[in-house]
């Protein structure tokens, strides 16, 4: 019996080269095939284009289930990754054009131990001193209600320095800005996150922007590298049940992966907590910005790629750059070149910030109840104290409700949708029908959680006569455990044709 006679190696072609200078130009970077499955084939957003198939020699395009498949061994290159028409890996596209780069620091005493770098408020005294601006637009402390950001218009070097320091929340900045410029205010530094700095560059940018107001000033866009942003009302109150004074504290930062809560300026973090924690209580907002570097500014300054006590700064326009030179140069700042920023660093923040709008799944759940659910007793009473509830959010509202009645399924549908936010947690649903004084078929669904801005359908059998339905009122009641009741409305409900 004669052996099997050895295959031959399969011949080099002329494309063999490309292949082995990009497969050795991606080696030992994040970018995979485990990556384009995660962000692109499971998050529902791949073309079916066939690309990643195409280029790489151990993937083929799987034409059954729509997606690639591996054939070999992946050695992680991201040749597949990084041709993909969805994802998102050219630098510029990541964070944006900018003229010039520095690494750098305060270098006015007042101002070292602030946070990070202190670039920002440097930056504004600078200005202030060499009166080239009559006034900046910056958030600071609520002096009434500790930590809450207030928007302010600042007009000297001392209220800069006072309003140092991060606020992790959303501040009306814009508003502050539009008064400035009603105040006469000829030049004016406004300092914001990214979406803040998007609306004031749309404000003087659009067809529709408010060109009457801003032919009269000029705005110097300060930009503020930002990943998310918290919702104070959900976020402080967790702070103050596990212990923390917010009256105490002195500064609140983000570094490596966690937030830090300081009680003294030089000294350990009271508290520290990983931003998976504190996701539930991020600003709904925050899941669909894809700018971490606010690339409509001026400058833009933030403390990734820099390391400890410095600031990353970008001048994406002239005067940007010529700022930073000359605030440098009078000795408000020691600035490093572009070369000492960590790029990789900026450039893997900004990637997770651009494919988070990929990873926005809304769940649609339909829920049909038993009539066998047993209501619960008319009639509870407990001591007061027991019934002490969170206080409530002002007049934030929590569930947006809506309904519509499947007439062929004999159905009215109810759906709930998160709209105050942040997380909902043990959520209680009842519908129950109501006649003159009385009620029946009460159905209650318990909802664990629902995510902010996420629909959630619960289905309630309608009643029927001679296979017609009955159209009655419905009352539906939503309550937490946290907040006690948070919606209660009763719908009038009618055929369709009479609507």
Known sequence: MTENPTEPEPESTQYDYSFDYIQKKLEGKKDSYGMLMKEIIRAGICTECGTCAAVCPVLEWDHLAGQPKLIGKCTGCGICYNQCPRTITDPIQLMGEFKTGYVSNTNIPEVI?????????????????????????????????????????????????????????HSQTVEALMDAIRQDYRSIAFVGTPC?????????????????????????????????SFAPEALYPFFEKDGIDLSKVVKMDINKGKFHIYYDHDGEPVKSYTIKQLDKFKSSSCNFCTDLTAENADISIGSVGSGAKKNTAFARTGIGAEIIEDAAKKGYLEIEPYNAINLNAVLFLAK?????????????VFIVREPSVIEEPKIESKPEEEQAIAKPLGSRKFLSVSKDIDEEEKLLKITLTNSVGYLLEDLKIRIVIVEELFEKKPWITAIRELFPYESIDIGYPLETV??????PNVLVEASTEK?????????????????
């Open 113 to 169: 131990g602030a946070q990070d770098g202190g670039t920002v408020t440097s930056l504004l005294s600078y200005l202030f001193d060499e009166h080239l601006i009559d006034a900046a637009i910056v958030s600071m402390k609520d002096p009434d209600n500790p930590w809450h950001p207030v928007a302010q218009i600042i007009t000297n070097k001392d209220d800069a320095i006072k309003a140092s320091g991060s606020i992790y929340c």
């Open 196 to 228: 803040n700095i998007d609306a004031v560059d749309k404000m003087t940018s659009s067809p529709s922007g408010m060109l009457k107001y801003f032919m009269r000033a000029h705005i110097l866009k300060i930009g503020l590298f930002c990943m998310d």
């Open 352 to 364: 997770l910030k651009k494919v988070s709008q990929y990873n926005i799944q809304k769940r649609k």
């Open 466 to 471: 001679d296979n017609e339905i009955v159209y």
């Open 483 to 499: 907040y006690g009741k948070v919606f209660s409305r009763t719908f009038k409900l009618a055929p369709k044709e009479e609507k």
